[in-house]
């Protein structure tokens, strides 16, 4: 039987504050308050995964970022919709809307 890839609850939304968050932490006291604020939020695996590097929130949701992307697009950002169809691509190849946006 085939496992289901991790999804954590959180938003994609969620789930790059997060990420912001701990790319501008400076600390290890940083990080502990990160913990703390998010950790129960995002879920600590989702936080654990986010602070390892292991996955991005493109990786954990990526039809919800296809789809911030689209609406980046339809904005007129261009270059911040690619970079998450780019991101999204290098954990979900065949993902039908990144896909066919970026060929």
Do not use: W
């Not at 997060?18 to 998010?38: H, M, P, S, W």
């Not at 989702?46 to 697009?73: N, Q, S």
């Not at 911040?80 to 780019?86: G, M, N, S, T």
């Not at 954990?91 to 060929?103: D, E, I, Q, T, Y």
């Amino acid at each position: 039987m085939a496992r289901k890839p991790y999804s954590p609850i959180a938003s994609y939304a969620k789930l790059k504050e997060v990420e912001k968050a701990l790319q501008n932490a400076q600390t290890a006291d940083d990080i502990r308050n990160l913990t703390r604020k998010y950790g129960a939020d995002i879920g600590y695996k989702a936080f654990c995964y986010l602070l390892t590097g292991k996955m991005t929130p493109e990786a954990m949701k990526p039809d919800e970022a296809a789809i911030l992307a689209f609406e980046y697009e339809q904005q007129g950002e261009r270059e911040a919709a690619r970079e998450i169809y780019r991101r999204i691509l290098e954990v979900h190849p065949n993902h039908p809307l990144a896909k066919s946006r970026l060929s």
